[in-house]
């Protein structure tokens, strides 16, 4: 049985990479031997790399370094230097499964999380195909086609993949973005006659503020309301742009009790970003679900849209004039005062996005690439 050696960009102490990585590499270690090589922003201390080898999991964390391209390069080039190619090579986004690829390894599982090169696009000042754009396309092209196997967070980029690409459908195997239902936990709303709703994780340009100040705007007509923002390390100051009441900045251990605190989650992205939306799911809308919470998503944001509007698990933006403000206010009214909200939103973070689920599909890519 070879050894897992899983190489991620994100550090494991904060946002996805605790929520994601750690959180599934721990239920895989039993099975499996892990390596982890990861980047972190702040270096951790001897116990906490004992900690994590004591669970099984050998953890070899690297500094950040600087922002930037030459960064970024720096950053591909000291996973390359690190990376066994006799291993199964997990690699976390484009930019990791790259460096893993440049060793020829004999197994590569591209764990894509979102069509980069088109998200970077959309979300850059300039719209137009640039070198960087190019790059990352083609290394995304080169990557689908030389990796075992492909691991996408969204039935709808499926499809997109198979097109562009031109590859077997096989190859791809749908893990969802996955929240650990037995930590996070479903709890009634708290009811105290004001409205709390909770924005969290790392603000991006990809979030619709505009339309997020016009919901809390119209919301504060009809009752008290109270907006949190949980902000993570590496966020931008984007969220300051929001109509909020208090920040905060907790721990992903500490992370459902704040979700039980409130009453609904916030991840509302642009509309107008092209196709990468088709790649994307927010990490902190599973948790939402989980802890029994409604969500306001996107329409096109992946799977959300269907399957929270499908579920009645919250509301789904689309237009923002003020006509649809105002029936997304109604619609959240209504999902505050049915009873049986909460279970709804639980069953459906159970039902797509149970993290036991994805390591079973996990392990089966696994064992696929021991034969």
Known sequence: MK????????????GVG??????YMQKVAPQRNVRILSFEKKMPTPSEISN????????????FG??????????????WRKTNRNNIVHARSTLSAFAAILKFPKILI????????????????KKRRNVQFLALRTIEFILAKKATSIIVITEAVVPVFISRFNINSSKIHLISTCVDVDKFQERPFSKNGEIKILLAGTFSAAYDVDLINGIIEELRK???VVVTIATSQGSTDLWK???YDKVTSVTHQNMPSLIQKNDIGVSIWKNNLGICLKSVASTKTAEFL?????VLVNSLQGDFGRLVSESRAGVVTNQSNEIDIAGYVREILNLLSDTKTTSRCRNLAVEKYNLDSGIRKLLDIYDQADN
């Not at 004591?54 to 953890?59: E, T, V």
């Not at 600087?66 to 996973?79: K, T």
């Open 18 to 23: 605790a929520s994601q990585v750690l959180a």
């Open 222 to 224: 009809n009752c008290k």
């Open 3 to 14: 050894e897992v050696l899983y190489l991620s960009f994100d550090s494991l102490r904060e």
């Open 52 to 63: 994590l080898q004591i669970q099984g999991l050998i953890w070899e964390p690297m500094i």
């Open 110 to 125: 591209w764990d894509c999380r979102a069509l980069q090169a088109d998200q970077r696009r959309a979300l850059s000042k």
């Open 66 to 79: 600087r922002y930037g391209i030459l960064g970024g390069i720096g950053r591909v080039f000291r996973l």
């Open 290 to 294: 989980a802890c029994g919470r409604p």
């Open 241 to 243: 742009e929001i109509n």
